[in-house]
């Protein structure tokens, strides 16, 4: 494999990622609004943690059935 072609993976494998976290941080900045949980969304707004942080409180939240 070129270095070409493993760079090309490389940047499309952090985009995939990036944009994994963007949608998390939305649905954790959604949930947050809505359960009224001004302090999650701040610290959700502020902080950029590559999707760990909206992972852990939407799992730390997750309606029951």
């Known amino acids: 494999m070129s270095l070409a072609t493993q760079h ?20 954790a900045m959604y949930r ?4 009224e949980s ?3 969304f701040w610290v959700l707004f502020i902080l950029n943690t590559a999707g760990i942080l909206p992972l852990i409180y939407l799992l730390s939240t997750k309606e029951g059935k």
Not at 32 to 35: F, H, S, T, V
Request: glycine share 12%; proline share 0%.
């Open 38 to 40: 001004k302090g999650w």
């Open 8 to 27: 090309i993976i490389l940047y499309l494998s952090l985009a995939l990622w990036m944009i994994g976290a963007l949608i998390l941080t939305g649905f």
């Open 32 to 35: 947050a609004a809505i359960k």
